[in-house]
Structures are given as structure tokens and as C-alpha cells.
């Protein structure tokens, strides 16, 4: 079944910093209502649609909305930008890329991103080092005047990339995580029956710290978790081997652990035996750092059984984030089988 290209583009392009995920939760609500039986936003922004079912079996699926972003904290005397990152990026990544500032009324500006520094023609020694992040600034082609008129330090950046097919394969930007997001969705349309109650949560601030999931988990009360997004798939020029974690065309990788959560062994059996039973493809999946919703959630209330369903992507936190459509498709089919049966599931130790 190929993917929903319609909604995959409006995900990935729609743009979300941490603390401003408002255009993606019109998205979100949109989407939920149709498929979920209360959809409610919560304090921190995140999104949470409900399928009511058993009270003794509470499953919270998370896919985080924000991107990785920059917020205006200055805007100089000639009309250009200075920037506070938003989650972590790389300035050799940064350079001469086009980007879009969403002011307060909506309106998408678009600019370039540069660094200070001098062009090659005139650089030579050390004015040749590469950039920092706290050295860019956005050049919107505007006067001082009208770009003081439309912006507001507050303001937000994102990068300026369409969702683009490319072999058997999606790339573009914010894939982290519009493609768990994108998952979560599919996976409710998939879903044929269920006994336990389904909370789908788009979590907001997980990129500054997992803070939208912590906050959903609190409330929430889970049982079981099972969060969404992207890890690192090392099938490049520079990967394999031992480093490799996780491989593109080679399906939904189940996580063993991450910088910030080691998954409950039995959520982990679990999902791997719904894999093998249904010959869905899979790969284990150990990242040695970053983490998940999973890590903000597992430790509440004394502890809760979590997981993550890893969508493999090449070129994490660049404006060419690629996915293949055959993970993506295999991680929509083991969430699916899995929240149908989630009541079955005895995690106790």
C-alpha cells in the first residue's frame, strides 16, 4: 500500500518549533477527530485523542510535533536576524540554507541563513574555521524598516524544504518526527478492533527536553507506552558494521535502548513476537545517545512499561531527512497489530 503522499507532505511542511507546535495541532485535531472518540489539547501543548476502552489497560502511543528551529531573539539595525537555537543542530548543516520566520500573525517570510564571516574570495587563515550556531543571522531582503514592521524578537525559524520522493524513499525536512506522527495516524486507520483504552498523543517540546510527554504521561496515567520517531540509519559512506544501528529498506526498528530509556524487556518481546507472527519486517534497534518520549514517560508513577517503534532515517537533524516508505509501512502495521491485542500484554518483573 504506498503512503498517504497528502498528508505526509502537510505534516512535514506545516512548520512546529518547541513551545510553538500551534500549526501543527490544527493538523492534529483535524485528523484525531476522524479517527478517535475525544480529541483534547492539554496545557503544554500537546495533542491527545482518545479510544475509550478498558480502564485497567491504558496505552499512551506519543509522536512529538516540534522540529528543530531558531528563534528570533534580536533583530539588528540593518533588518537581520540573530538566532536562539531550538534543539540540537549542526552549523555545517546551517550554511546557505533558505529558511522560513513565521511571525506573530502567521505570515511566512522567507530567507537566507548565513554565517559572519567573510566570503572565500577575501577569507584566508583562521577567518576560514568553521561557523558556530550563535554566529548565523537571516537575511530576509528587506529593508530595516519593514523587516522591524513584520517581525518580533519571538518569532520562530524553521527550514524552508518540500517533501520530496526520491527512489523508494521520502525526504525532506522535520521527517523527526512528522513521520511518527504520520505513523501513529495510519495506525489508528489500521486498527481493527481494541480492547484497551488508546491515548494518541502528539506531544509537544520534546526536542528542548521531552517536556510534552512527561507532562501527557503525568496525567495520562499509562499502563503501557510505546513512542514514535526516528533513529539513526548509519548505512552510509562513513557507517556499517557495529555502527550502523539501524539500516534503511530493512523495517520498523524495535529499540533495546537510547541515551535516555532502556525499553521493558516484555513490551520489547512483545512487539518482536507480533513481528515474526505477522512477517512484518523488523531490525533491533541500540542508540548510544539522544532519546525519546519514551525516557519522560517510563519514570513516572512508579514506573511505566515503555517502548519505541524507531522509523530508520538517514540524515537526522539536516533538511534532507530521508525515510523509506517500506519502514514506514512496516512500523504502521506493528503498531496496529499491537494496540489490538495491547490488553494481552503481562509486563510485570
Do not use: W
Not at 520566520?101 to 564571516?117: C, F, I, K
Not at 543571522?137 to 513584520?150: C, H, P, R
Amino acid at each position: 500500500m504506498a503512503l498517504n503522499e497528502e498528508l505526509l507532505r502537510r505534516l512535514i511542511e506545516t512548520p512546529a518549533v518547541p513551545g510553538r507546535e500551534e500549526q501543527q495541532r490544527e493538523i492534529l485535531r483535524e485528523e484525531l477527530a476522524g479517527l478517535t472518540d475525544e480529541v483534547r489539547t492539554d496545557l503544554m501543548g500537546s495533542v491527545i485523542g482518545t479510544k475509550r476502552g478498558r480502564e485497567d489497560v491504558r496505552v499512551m502511543v506519543a509522536a512529538h510535533t516540534d522540529e528543530i528551529g531558531f528563534l528570533v531573539k534580536h533583530i539588528d539595525d540593518r533588518g537581520f536576524l540573530r538566532l536562539q537555537t531550538l534543539g540540537g543542530h549542526d552549523p555545517a548543516n546551517m550554511v546557505s540554507q533558505r529558511v522560513i520566520v513565521t511571525t506573530s500573525d502567521g505570515t511566512a517570510l522567507r530567507g537566507a541563513l548565513q554565517p559572519v564571516r567573510k566570503p572565500p574570495h577575501l577569507s584566508k587563515g583562521s577567518e576560514q574555521k568553521p561557523p558556530t550556531t550563535a554566529e548565523f543571522y537571516v537575511d530576509l531582503g528587506m529593508s530595516a524598516e519593514d523587516v522591524k514592521k513584520s517581525v518580533r524578537v519571538g518569532d520562530y525559524a524553521t527550514m524552508d524544504r518540500t517533501l520530496e520522493k526520491v527512489g523508494g524513499c521520502y525526504m525532506g525536512k522535520a521527517m523527526d518526527d512528522r513521520i511518527g506522527v504520520y505513523v501513529m495516524l495510519e495506525a489508528l486507520r489500521e486498527m481493527k478492533g481494541h480492547e484497551a483504552t488508546v491515548f494518541a498523543v502528539a506531544t509537544s517540546q520534546e526536542e528542548v527536553g521531552l517536556r510534552g510527554a512527561e507532562a501527557s504521561g503525568r496525567s495520562l496515567a499509562p499502563t503501557a507506552m510505546i513512542a514514535l520517531d526516528i533513529t539513526l540509519a548509519m548505512d552510509v559512506p562513513g557507517g556499517g558494521g557495529e555502527n550502523e544501528i539501524s539500516a534503511l529498506g530493512k523495517g520498523a526498528a524495535i529499540k533495546i535502548m537510547d541515551g535516555h530509556s532502556i525499553s521493558h524487556p516484555k513490551l520489547v518481546d512483545h512487539l518482536r513476537a507480533i513481528a515474526e507472527r505477522e512477517d512484518i519486517a523488523y531490525q533491533m534497534e541500540i542508540l548510544p545517545a539522544g532519546g525519546t518520549d519514551a525516557g519522560g514517560v517510563q519514570k513516572l508513577h512508579g514506573g511505566v512499561p515503555a517502548v519505541t517503534i524507531s522509523i530508520p532515517c538517514r540524515y537526522v537533524h539536516t533538511p534532507n531527512e530521508m525515510v523509506d516508505e517500506r519502514d514506514v509501512r512496516a512500523c504502521v502495521t506493528l503498531l496496529a497489530r499491537y494496540l489490538e491485542e495491547a490488553h494481552t500484554g503481562d509486563y510485570s518483573l
